[in-house]
């Protein structure tokens, strides 16, 4: 199992209960079809949303030039 399979569990999971939670003021078909809608655009969504993150995370640690020579596979170039 790689690392994508939890991610896409962990945001259905989190879609679904928000889902849920949502749909349950308007009744009980709301919240089943805001589970089924959670679970589909949770699993979707979230490794899209992770992975936005994880970028944006490195281009503050280590600056948009080595973020994008990581991201590629290239080695960064050296500072003088």
């Known amino acids: 199992m790689t690392i994508l399979e939890p991610v896409m569990m962990l945001g259905a999971a ?10 349950f003021g308007s009744g009980i078909l709301w919240a089943v079809a805001g589970l089924l809608g959670g679970v589909v655009l949770g699993a979707i969504l979230f490794p899209l949303v992770m992975a936005a993150l994880g970028i944006g995370i490195m281009m503050i ?8 020579c990581e991201l590629r596979g290239k080695s960064p170039p050296e500072r003088r």
């Open 61 to 68: 640690t280590q600056g948009p030039r080595a973020a994008l």
């Open 14 to 23: 989190l879609g679904g209960l928000a889902g849920a939670i949502w749909g």
